[in-house]
């Protein structure tokens, strides 16, 4: 955004003082193109100010009557252009000062009210800068050959509006502002350099080397220029000058060369062992200085610890590495030049880190705190003065790990480096303590790089946030401003009542929404970062059914719905469902689940559910499928607190508790369940206790079911046949336990015509069962839970059907939840016939 674009919004009468020898109108027609011109760096009377300030006035003058032409007041502009060039033709120098005094006038109005600038303003003043000094320095060094080639005091001499100054002072003037821009150029490729670190943790930047590739070629094309014209003024330099002057013009171009061997890609931050990674380096001066090689030189690729980066960065990478702190595999590549691309790069496509070398570390450090980086290096001669250089230039820090669970904190590592780190540090030096508000900026550039989103997190947010990272549930917002936060408490202190840390709750927020959550994130229907009091606050006087979306505060990576229902009394309640992970939502979508319920309808303040969530309803399937089946869909249910039963009659309807039921095996197909009704008339009590029948001819699964005996007596036996009751060992066994009313630990000893007809005793108790007697043989009667119209068979048939068709094994019912969650479920419809699953387990552990 260019400054005029800040400067038009504002009242006229604030600038008005700015225009008293320009006119307001002739800037506004200039915009852009004024503020792409170098008024600000001109600051001198010398020949070469006065030849750009004249250059400038030419442009502008002719800027203006194009304008002109296409305006409807082209008479007016024409006569205030006419005045301009009577006013300044003479003294263009007068006209650089009045333009500069309007634009620092506009930066100090524009900083007055939004408190800075923006960053494509700095970033275009900082090109003109270079732009003007490299213009600069080319005159210099075009004047002093001009005066060695017409000798001082000649006619035809460069003239100059000052005194004749000697060759030398015009040469040390040269070499000064070639170690200006030089330092402009390093501060440059600095700047590249942090930005791309910042990259890592999602900020914008800008990847193409091309135009710092052009600086540097152009400023060591000058180098050789003026290095020429001081070897040719030896003689007048003397012997005590020029040494001193080639030194300077030597480190010069050291500089530059070694500060042009760039990590173009950088190899990823958290590197796992035995996995395969790239990266690639880039030499901006190797199509320049490289081009007689006779063949590629070679890059080599070492992993070096902090210890050792820190040595190589003070002896500023004029040592070389004695050993490397890991094995890489495929650490050697050419280093290439392409002349159609104008790039010379080693690629490294296929690397792999077999193994790595763990140094001590630094008190409670851990593995996962310890950063390391890979040592890019190669020899190379340059072409024109035949001059070997040892090229080295270091990745960023990286934090090796060999599992995935440490993958989380390596991230946290490696996000505090990238957001906290100095441009100009020693390796890898990082401030432990940071003003909140940059956490603040560095959270909100990360969530938004991970989830893919331009919608950012909010002051409400940050709140949150600080109240959770701080443990401070007083404060204001005003007073976390001024706070600073610890990489302790970041990632290495454990959050009052869990087991994580600040980061790993925030990265497990991250992950989810990244997978789950973008499209409602971006739309805002997430209010996400805020407690479950603040919710309970803000949806206390709304309306029944009215909801919100929230992060849970209590698990990694879960988000829960939080609503209004009435109780039985008519007050309002606040419920949070069951937080929903990254894998529940893969089983059915969000937006299915809060269609699916009933209880939801408005979501806060005051939004229709379906006008919030119907796009992101998903096309329920009906009909049969391309292979002829029946589609199903799952539902999810939700029971709140008022609606659950005590234990004992759990998962039963309140005004009809239903009673264990047994599992029988099918014994031929002849039964029916009519015809078990008699059998089981002894057993179970009469309806509304025992389920009926249903149309399948199967017995309903619904409801507690009660533990079978392994052996029972078959109605095909004769009375002398039947067999002996389970053992007591058996019956103490918890697995064949049930929690209905008829529990197997509660038999009583006695005859087995007692315990049958008896039913499900009144007070159930956990004390130990006493032995049982053995089932009596009864020889003159038939066994009481056996049909009369029924045939009985053979021996061998009942142990050849019992062989080949086992008893279902006993199943007890899940115990209640009590997290303080309504509990959640799905249901699987289809086929016309509901199969429900149990209602206290978990989508997830269904």
């Given amino acids: 955004m260019s400054l005029w674009n800040l400067v038009s919004h504002m009242p006229p009468e604030e600038l008005s003082s700015l225009f008293t020898e320009f006119p307001r109108s002739l800037r506004c027609l200039l915009a852009e193109w004024l503020e792409n011109q170098p008024w600000e760096f001109i600051n001198g009377s010398d020949a070469f100010c006065s030849s750009m300030a004249s250059g400038m006035l030419s442009a502008m003058l002719e800027k203006l009557r194009s304008a002109a032409g296409s305006d409807g007041q082209q008479c007016q502009i024409l006569q205030q252009v006419n005045s301009i060039e009577s006013t300044f033709c003479r003294d263009p120098l007068r006209l650089v000062a009045v333009v500069r005094s309007i634009l620092e006038g506009e930066k100090a109005a524009v900083l007055k009210r939004d408190h800075h600038l923006p960053l494509s303003f700095h970033r275009r003043q900082e090109e003109l800068k270079f732009s003007l000094g490299l213009q600069r320095l080319q005159h210099r060094v075009r004047e002093i050959k001009a005066l060695q080639d017409k000798g001082p005091g000649q006619d035809g001499a460069v003239q100059s509006p000052v005194a004749p100054r000697e060759v030398p002072t015009l040469i040390l003037e040269a070499v000064k502002e070639l170690e200006a821009a030089r330092q402009q150029v390093l501060k440059r490729i600095q700047i590249w350099k942090r930005q791309q670190q910042l990259a890592g943790n999602g900020a914008i930047f800008e990847e193409n080397l091309a135009p710092l590739q052009k600086r540097c070629e152009s400023l060591v094309e000058v180098y050789f220029q003026l290095q020429q014209q001081v070897m040719a003024a030896s003689t007048e330099l003397g012997s005590e000058l020029l040494p001193r002057l080639l030194e300077r013009l030597n480190e010069v171009l050291s500089s530059l060369v070694k500060s042009s061997f760039l990590v173009e890609k950088q190899p990823p931050q958290v590197l796992k062992t035995q996995t395969k990674f790239q990266a690639s380096v880039r030499f901006l001066l190797g199509p320049q200085l490289l081009k007689a090689a006779p063949k590629p030189y070679v890059v080599r690729a070492d992993m070096v610890t902090e210890k050792q980066a820190r040595e190589l960065e003070l002896s500023n990478y004029s040592n070389t590495l004695s050993e490397s702190t890991g094995e890489i595999v495929h650490n050697t590549v050419a280093l290439e030049t392409n002349p159609t691309s104008g790039t010379c790069c080693a690629n490294f496509k296929n690397v792999l880190l077999k193994k790595i070398k763990r140094c001590e570390r630094k008190g409670s450090e851990s593995v996962t705190e310890e950063k390391c980086a890979v040592l890019f290096s190669t020899n190379v001669t340059l072409t024109p003065s035949n001059i070997s250089i040892h090229l080295q230039v270091l990745s960023l820090p990286i934090v090796v790990i060999v599992h995935g669970n440490q993958d989380n904190n390596a991230k946290a590592t490696v996000l505090w480096?990238?957001?906290?780190?100095?441009?100009?540090?020693?390796?890898?030096?990082?401030?432990?303590?940071?003003?909140?508000?940059?956490?603040?900026?560095?959270?909100?550039?990360?969530?938004?790089?991970?989830?893919?989103?331009?919608?950012?997190?909010?002051?409400?947010?940050?709140?949150?946030?600080?109240?959770?990272?701080?443990?401070?549930?007083?404060?204001?917002?005003?007073d976390f401003q001024n706070r600073h936060v610890s990489w302790a408490q970041f990632n290495k202190e454990i959050l009052p009542g869990r087991g994580f840390t600040f980061w790993q709750w925030f990265d497990g927020v991250l992950d989810l929404t990244k997978r789950c959550l973008k499209s409602y994130w971006s739309d805002r229907l997430i209010m996400g970062f805020i407690s479950k009091q603040y919710v309970c606050k803000l949806l206390s006087m709304e309306s029944d059914g009215t909801f919100l979306l929230r992060f849970s505060d209590s698990e990694i990576g879960g988000v829960t719905i939080a609503y209004v229902i009435r109780g039985k009394d008519g007050s309002s309640q606040v419920e949070n469902i069951q937080p929903f992970s990254a894998k529940d939502l893969s089983i059915r979508s969000l937006g299915d689940r809060i269609r699916d319920l009933g209880q939801l309808r408005n979501l806060y303040?005051?939004?229709?559910?379906?006008q919030a969530f119907g796009s992101h309803y998903n096309k329920e399937q009906t009909g049969k499928d391309g292979r002829g089946y029946v589609s199903t869909t799952i539902k999810m249910t939700v029971e709140s607190e008022r609606d659950q039963q005590p234990p004992g009659t759990m998962g039963a309807p309140p005004e009809a508790p239903q009673a264990p039921v047994f599992n029988l095996p099918v014994l031929q197909h002849e039964l029916r369940p009519e015809s078990l009704q008699p059998m089981l008339a002894p057993i179970c009590p009469p309806t509304p206790f025992c389920p009926q029948p249903v149309p399948t001819g199967y017995p309903t699964?619904?409801?507690?079911?009660?533990?079978?005996?392994?052996?029972?007596?078959?109605?095909?036996?004769?009375?002398?046949?039947?067999?002996?009751?389970?053992?007591?060992?058996?019956?103490?066994?918890?697995?064949?336990?049930?929690?209905?009313?008829?529990?197997s630990g509660q038999f009583m000893s006695g005859e087995v015509s007692q315990l049958l007809p008896a039913g499900p005793s009144a007070e159930p108790q956990d004390e130990e069962m006493p032995e049982l007697p053995p089932f009596q043989t009864v020889e003159d009667a038939s066994p009481r839970w056996m049909s009369p119209n029924m045939e009985q068979s053979s021996t061998s048939e009942l142990d050849q059907l019992l062989q080949e068709v086992p008893l279902l094994p006993p199943f007890a019912p899940p115990l209640p939840q009590h997290s303080g969650y309504p509990n959640s479920s799905l249901s699987s419809w289809g086929l016309g016939q509901e199969a429900r699953w149990d209602d206290s387990i978990r989508p997830r552990h269904a």
């Fill in 605 to 610: 303040p005051n939004i229709p559910k379906d």
């Fill in 701 to 743: 699964v619904e409801g507690n079911i009660m533990m079978v005996p392994e052996r029972i007596t078959s109605p095909f036996h004769s009375p002398s046949q039947m067999l002996s009751p389970p053992s007591l060992s058996h019956c103490q066994d918890p697995a064949f336990r049930s929690p209905g009313p008829f529990m």
């Fill in 417 to 478: 480096d990238n957001a906290f780190s100095d441009i100009e540090r020693v390796p890898f030096v990082v401030a432990e303590r940071v003003p909140w508000e940059k956490m603040c900026d560095t959270l909100n550039l990360k969530f938004m790089a991970e989830v893919q989103t331009t919608k950012g997190l909010l002051k409400e947010h940050y709140f949150f946030l600080a109240q959770k990272i701080f443990n401070d549930h007083s404060a204001s917002p005003e």
